[in-house]
């Protein structure tokens, strides 16, 4: 990798569901031994799951954090969720980073799991979910979220990030009041997260509960490129500056191994 500026944020590599899980395993252990901060992992309808890649890149690394962007909240009860979380950080505690979102409306309406309120669901569910990873014993009887006396038997220790994704901005300002850290995809241009920035602001300010949420931003770019090293350097610079607190690179569509990326990142 290269050498780091004084100033560079957590960087991180994306494992995109285009190549075959099968790669995962190499791609993490070559990210963990070039020091890179984060692995980033798709829970893309109908290609990987996000809890099973997430527990085998943790189990093959020793100091390599590892989310997921995103787990869809239709389409698990929350107090399964939690236990499956739960599990995870207490394998390899402080380096997992659980991901969150009402997930994409087409693919939930594909498997029957569509809800009128996406947001509410999100609402109800990241925080049942939180209260049952501190330990508490849960009674939840909400529009979609119910629970009635359930409590986690293998709690971790201290509960692991929870992160929010988003684009629209009612998902933006709920992700800012609810989550630890909001993940923007690689869609999201400068300005676009500049615009993203103060409304996830807005939503923290409204919580009350105090602090500012990380924001960590998915940006593309094609390993083949040249003047790869000088490439990220800007990108980073650029999107620092619009406000993101972590990048993870992905490559593109074609060329969806993060591998050749490792040389050129910021160490």
Aim: a negative charge; glycine letters at 12%; charged letters at 25%.
């Amino acid at each position: 990798m290269a050498a780091a500026a004084a100033s560079s944020p957590p960087i991180g590599i994306v494992f995109r569901p285009q190549s075959p899980p099968e790669q995962l395993v190499a791609v993490a252990r070559a990210a963990d031994a070039a020091g890179v901060a984060e692995l980033w992992l798709w829970e893309d309808c109908f290609l990987e799951g996000g809890l099973a890649t997430a527990t085998a890149a943790l189990v093959a690394t020793e100091r390599l954090k590892v989310g997921i962007g995103l787990l869809p909240v239709p389409l698990r009860n929350p107090a399964l969720a939690a236990m499956e979380v739960a599990t995870i950080e207490r394998l390899a505690p402080g380096r997992f980073i659980a991901g969150f979102g009402h997930g994409v409306l087409p693919w939930m309406g594909q498997v029957g799991a569509r809800v009128a309120s996406p947001l509410t669901l999100l609402r109800e569910y990241v925080g049942a979910v939180r209260s049952l990873l501190d330990g508490e014993t849960v009674d939840v009887a909400g529009r979609y979220v119910k629970l009635d006396g359930v409590s986690l038997g293998w709690p971790p220790a201290t509960a692991p990030e929870i992160t929010i994704g988003g684009s629209g901005p009612k998902t933006l300002r709920l992700a800012g009041e609810i989550g630890d850290s909001v993940l923007l995809d690689a869609s999201i241009d400068v300005e676009g997260l500049r615009r993203a920035r103060g409304i996830i602001d807005e939503g923290r300010e409204a919580s009350g509960r105090g602090g500012r949420a990380r924001v960590r931003v998915y940006t593309e770019i094609d390993p083949r490129a040249d003047a790869l090293e000088n490439r990220i350097a800007d990108r980073i610079a650029e999107l620092v500056d619009a406000g993101a607190d972590a990048v993870a690179f992905q490559g593109t569509d074609e060329a969806p191994d993060p591998r050749p990326l490792l040389d050129a990142l910021p160490g």
